[in-house]
């Protein structure tokens, strides 16, 4: 079965400093790894993706992410955070296993908290 | 560009009611998935179709029934409602399954149950 873990539950950060949110996975084949970014009361947002080729992979509003596949990592980061870049963050593996079918396994979330 | 649309966006009902939620896909999206996030939660996957067919499913109460219709919209019917099913119900799309494309999200649906 896939999992993903996400170690923290919250993480502060001053603006302007460097963001990581921590995301740990397990996979039984190849794995298809997401980030999201879900606002209060508002849907998931899409941030980026990992699928093959770099291990370094950028996506929407600044942010990026490293795929490990020795630790089994898959950390998001910005470099300067902003005030706006307050949510919660979902990891998520895609599950690419014959019975299920490319469902989505998500993480319970971390909230970012940047301040002023 | 068109977005997942989700209706209604909010809902309130007595314990023992039924609710319907409905889902329309980002066009040409043949795959639904429906998610429940309760307070504090991360989302859990309910059920998803493909193709008007179910494709897979998760931790869907018997209670709890869904289906995609021709237009590849999805309506999710919920009966006997209780308390613990106040919950922000998320419908997702995403062109075809097994694939390596992400999801996407509509607003969700808030229901209270009261």
């Known amino acids: 079965a896939q999992s993903v873990a996400q170690p923290e539950d919250q993480v502060n950060v001053a603006e302007g400093n460097p963001l990581t949110v921590k995301c740990t996975y397990s996979v039984s084949g190849n794995p298809y790894l997401f980030w999201y970014v879900q606002y209060p009361n508002r849907g998931l947002q899409f941030l980026l993706k990992y699928i093959t080729g770099d291990n370094l992979v950028k996506g929407s509003y600044g942010f990026e992410a490293e795929f490990n596949k020795s630790q089994t990592s898959f950390h998001l980061k910005k470099p300067s955070a902003l005030v706006s870049d307050s949510a919660l963050y979902f990891c998520?593996?895609?599950?690419?296993?014959?019975?299920?079918?490319?469902?989505?396994?998500f993480g319970a979330g971390t909230q970012v908290v940047v301040t002023p | 560009a068109a977005g997942v649309i989700q209706s209604p966006r909010h809902l309130i009902k007595e314990k023992r009611e039924t609710a319907t939620l409905k889902c329309y896909p980002i066009p040409r999206h043949d795959t639904v998935y429906w998610y429940q996030q309760g307070p504090g939660q991360d989302p859990q996957f309910l059920i998803s179709f493909y193709e008007k067919m179910q494709s897979d499913k998760g931790s869907i109460p018997d209670r709890f029934s869904a289906q995609q219709f021709s237009d590849y919209h999805s309506e999710l019917n919920m009966s006997s409602l209780e308390l613990g099913d106040s919950a922000l119900y998320f419908c997702a799309s995403s062109a075809g399954q097994g694939g390596t494309g992400e999801l996407f999200f509509g607003e969700g649906s808030r229901l209270t149950v009261l």
């Open positions: 998520a593996v895609r599950d690419m296993t014959t019975d299920s079918w490319g469902k989505f396994q």
